[in-house]
């Protein structure tokens, strides 16, 4: 899995969750998710949409770990890895 | 002669232990919750667990804090259970039981608190969403009479818990609207009640912050030396149930094995 188009389709997903488009569209892998308008209550259903995106099963432990975009690209990819496997 | 339970929240927890307790019962379930895939073997093992015990069981996946979703599902079940059986007894839904735990624990002040869109949405799905589900199978003539309306408060709503002001503001409005429903039923023979269960060891219970000071408290001044257990709760939620239960209405019942009265 790419690591840019990766990132770039979570920005995708996480715009369609957002209340910041704005913010959304200077987004980085740096940048907190919480920070791009992504109420807390709409933070599971964009990672059940990563989820379904990607056919990945994301761990609960990546799951707690995902902050910021370029934490979900990689809670994306380690359960890429782990469903390959 | 069928009966259904309809269970919010049935994938964890008490939920989880009431939708197998009611099915033991000998109601079919409907079940809604909301889980990412990680669950999914969970979520196999309870419809496997209610198969077995020879119920039927449909169960959603999906986001409680969207109303259409609950639209959706209200008409789904319009479409699904079948009330033009007389003869068969009354098949519309007997039992609902709101065990969400689908909410923001953060504190009201300061840096990391909950937001404006916090507190609405948590009191909507945790308080309001009560009424919205009843009245929507009231509107659908899809509520059973007798009937029995059934949730989940905690001693959370009464005493203060770090980051717990959301959920609590949420459980004191589900406790408000149980005495108002009990009254606007009773002419259905619906009783509406509110379990307030001491603390209990669900995922819920561990995304709390302070957890394990609510854990360790508890167990220090039940009377019986440990927590609640899903499964406790879940006889409770099966007593109400019981016909003999018909006078009890409009009530907070403590399930805690007299933990809220100790010091």
New interface residues.
């Given amino acids: 899995m790419q690591n840019d188009k990766t990132l770039a389709e979570v920005i995708a997903i996480i715009d369609k969750f957002s209340e910041r488009h704005e913010a959304v569209a200077v987004a980085s892998a740096t940048t907190r998710i919480a920070d791009l308008g992504v109420s807390s209550l709409n933070f599971i259903e964009m990672v059940v949409r990563f989820e379904e995106t990607f056919n990945v099963s994301i761990s609960d432990d990546e799951f707690q770990r995902i902050t910021t975009v370029g934490e979900a690209v990689t809670a994306i990819q380690a359960a890429a890895q782990a469903t390959a496997q | 002669m069928s009966r259904w339970a309809l269970i919010l929240g049935s994938s964890s927890g008490i939920g989880r232990a009431a939708a197998l307790k009611l099915a033991a019962d000998g109601y079919d379930i409907l079940g809604v919750h909301?889980d990412?895939?990680?669950a999914?073997p969970r979520i196999a093992e309870l419809r496997a667990a209610i198969e077995h015990l020879g119920r039927r069981v449909i169960l959603f996946n999906t986001?409680l804090?969207r109303p259409e979703n609950r639209h959706q599902i209200l008409d789904q079940l319009r479409d699904t259970i079948d009330t033009s059986s007389p003869h068969n007894g009354d098949s519309r839904i007997a039992v609902i039981l709101h065990s969400v735990a689908?909410?923001?624990t953060?504190p009201l002040i300061g840096e990391g608190s909950a937001?404006e869109?916090?507190l609405t949405?948590?009191c909507a799905?945790m308080g309001h969403d009560l009424v919205h589900w009843v009245r929507g199978l009231v509107e659908r003539d899809l509520l059973a009479s007798p009937g029995r309306v059934l949730s989940l408060t905690s001693e959370g709503d009464r005493r203060h818990w770090r980051a717990y002001g959301p959920v609590s503001a949420a459980k004191a409005i589900l406790e408000s609207h149980t005495r108002q429903l009990a009254i606007e039923l009773a002419p259905r023979a619906v009783t509406v009640n509110c379990i307030l269960a001491g603390v209990t060891d669900t995922p819920a219970l561990r995304v709390i912050p302070g957890n394990d000071d609510i854990v360790t408290a508890s167990i220090r001044r039940n009377p019986h030396g440990r927590l609640t257990t899903p499964e406790n709760v879940a006889d409770a939620v099966s007593l109400m149930c019981d016909p003999r239960s018909a006078w009890i209405t409009g009530s907070v019942i403590s399930c805690d094995g007299g933990e809220t009265i100790t010091a």
Avoid: L
Wanted: no cysteine; glycine share 6%.
């Fill in positions: 909301f990412r895939r990680a999914q986001n804090a689908f909410g923001v953060r937001s869109d916090d949405v948590t799905v």
